[in-house]
C-alpha cells in the first residue's frame, strides 16, 4: 500500500511536469526548445504578406541572404521599440551590412497595423527594416510557420497584444540558425549575428 502510495506520487509527479511542459511550450516558446535539429528544420517556412508600400512581399524575396524576423505591433509599449532599436544598429554594422542581411518586421496586429501605419513607424528607427503585415489568416500561417505566440488582451476600452520576443535569425536558405532576444546583452546578440553573417567577431 505504501509502495502504491510512493508510485502514485511519482506518476503524479511526472505528469505534472509534462503538463508543465506543454504549458510552457504553447505560451512561450524559449530558445533551448529551437536548440533540437528537428525543431531547427520545422522553423520558417514560405509566406507571402504586404509590406510597408502596400507591395505583395513573398519570402522567396528573402532568398540568398541571411534575414532577421521578428513579430510584433507599433503599438507595443516596450517590446518591440526596444528590439527594432537593437535591430536597427545592428543593421549599421559593417560585417553585417556586407553580408546583405535583411531584418523583417512582422505585425501580430493587422487589424491596426496597416502598410502606411508600418512604414512611418520602422522609418523611425531604419527604413530599411521590411515591415509587413497582412490579412488575420496570413499574420495567422506565418506566426504558426515561425512558432511566434501573439494573443489579443482586452485593456480598458481597447486592447493591446501579447506576443513572443524572439528576434529568428535565419541563414541564406530560409533555415533557422538560432534566435536573440532584447535583454540579451549587445556583445551576444553581435557575436549570433557575426558567426549568422560567416564573419569573425
Ligand atoms: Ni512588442
Redesign the pocket.
Known amino acids: 500500500m505504501k509502495l502504491l502510495g510512493i508510485l502514485a506520487s511519482i506518476v503524479l509527479l511526472i505528469a505534472a511536469g509534462v503538463a508543465g511542459l506543454i504549458y510552457n511550450g504553447v505560451i512561450k516558446f524559449d530558445e533551448s526548445m529551437f536548440s533540437q535539429a528537428s525543431i531547427k528544420s520545422s522553423v520558417g517556412g514560405p509566406f507571402e504578406l504586404t509590406d510597408q508600400n502596400g507591395q505583395t512581399f513573398s519570402s522567396q524575396q528573402l532568398d540568398g541572404k541571411p534575414f532577421l524576423v521578428f513579430f510584433?505591433?507599433t503599438h507595443?509599449?516596450?517590446?518591440?521599440p526596444t528590439?527594432l532599436n537593437e535591430v536597427a544598429n545592428h543593421l549599421d554594422d559593417e560585417k553585417v551590412k556586407a553580408s546583405g542581411l535583411r531584418a523583417v518586421f512582422i505585425s501580430v496586429d493587422p487589424e491596426r497595423d496597416k502598410p502606411e501605419q508600418m512604414k512611418d513607424y520602422v522609418a523611425s528607427f531604419n527604413p530599411e527594416i521590411v515591415a509587413l503585415t497582412g490579412t488575420e489568416e496570413q499574420i495567422a500561417d506565418v506566426a504558426k510557420k515561425y512558432r511566434a505566440y501573439y494573443a489579443k488582451v482586452p485593456q480598458d476600452d481597447d486592447y493591446t497584444?501579447d506576443?513572443s520576443?524572439l528576434v529568428y535569425l535565419m541563414d541564406a536558405n530560409g533555415q533557422y540558425a538560432g534566435s536573440f532576444n532584447f535583454q540579451e546583452d549587445e556583445k551576444s546578440r553581435t557575436a549570433k549575428l557575426h558567426r549568422l553573417v560567416g564573419a569573425s567577431s
Open positions: 510584433g505591433f507595443c509599449p516596450d517590446v518591440c528590439t497584444m506576443h520576443a
